[in-house]
């Protein structure tokens, strides 16, 4: 699978291929782009699916320093594989963190995002207590490891329906077994991520918001929200879901992306 490089990274990413309409994903934290694998098969008819690993996560490179994580600098390594495949304009979407890189990339490069796909994410930069939250877990993960930090936070990613799936909760924690660098470095990034709030009135591209109806990370009246600033948006709000929409209701996920030239 092939590599894209930015500011002395590697950055490795997954090309679908098939000749539909580019759909660049950024990951959830603390996943890579492996996450998008089942919308990588079930969507080729109908889209070119591209899913880098954001630095500190994957196969791609993981900065030791903390302070080199950002949304911005995702986005650039977004930039860089779209370079990589040869695609001018894409619909460019995420889930959670992968939607704070997405906000990212409109405002460095609104010029090439021809829509939007926001999952299980929030506009809004953290809080006081939020960021509180983040320094106590980099902590955390310096003292004990990844370990029990990543046993905590996939207790809320799931809704109960998909907690009672082992084969699922087995999938979702194979795909959470990062880089302690990186996990720390993306609470980094995280806790410093600007508020993309007001860019939401500015959207003039096809948006669709997605959630699941048992998101408790980022509950659905957050995307109710971002759908009420975002003109023209759609919002699809899947039951049973948590946090992971893609992964524990992938056919009512491909159901909801609903694109211009989209070859359903």
């Not at 996943?31 to 994957?58: K, T, Y």
């Not at 902590?139 to 084969?167: I, N, Q, T, Y």
């Amino acid at each position: 699978m092939p590599d894209a490089y930015v500011d002395g990274k590697r950055i490795h990413y997954r090309d679908a291929g098939g000749s539909g309409p580019a759909l660049l994903l950024f990951h959830a934290f603390p996943f890579d782009g492996r996450m998008w694998e089942g919308q990588m098969a079930s969507l080729r008819g109908r889209f070119r699916v591209i899913a880098p690993d954001l630095s500190g996560s994957g196969r791609s490179s993981v900065p030791d320093d903390p302070a080199s994580y950002g949304v911005d600098a995702w986005a650039e390594e977004g930039r860089a594989v779209l370079d990589a495949c040869g695609v001018e304009k894409a619909i460019v979407g995420g889930c959670s963190m992968g939607g704070y890189v997405t906000f990212a990339f409109l405002r460095r490069y609104p010029e090439r995002v021809e829509g939007l796909l926001l999952v299980d994410t929030r506009a809004d930069a953290d809080g006081e207590e939020a960021r509180r939250g983040r320094v106590a877990s980099q902590a955390d993960v310096r003292a004990h490891g990844k370990g029990p930090f990543v046993e905590r936070m996939r207790a809320r990613l799931l809704s109960p329906s998909s907690a009672a799936d082992p084969a699922l909760v087995e999938r979702v924690t194979a795909l959470m077994d990062q880089p302690e660098a990186g996990i720390v470095g993306t609470l980094e990034a995280l806790k410093n991520r600007p508020d993309a709030i007001p860019q939401l009135a500015d959207v003039r591209v096809p948006t669709i918001v997605v959630v699941g109806a048992d998101d408790v990370v980022t509950p659905p009246a957050l995307s109710e929200a971002m759908h009420r600033a975002i003109a023209g948006s759609r919002l699809v709000v899947l039951p049973r879901a948590g946090h992971l929409a893609n992964l524990e209701a992938p056919e009512a996920f491909d159901r909801a992306l609903e694109f211009p030239g989209d070859r359903r």
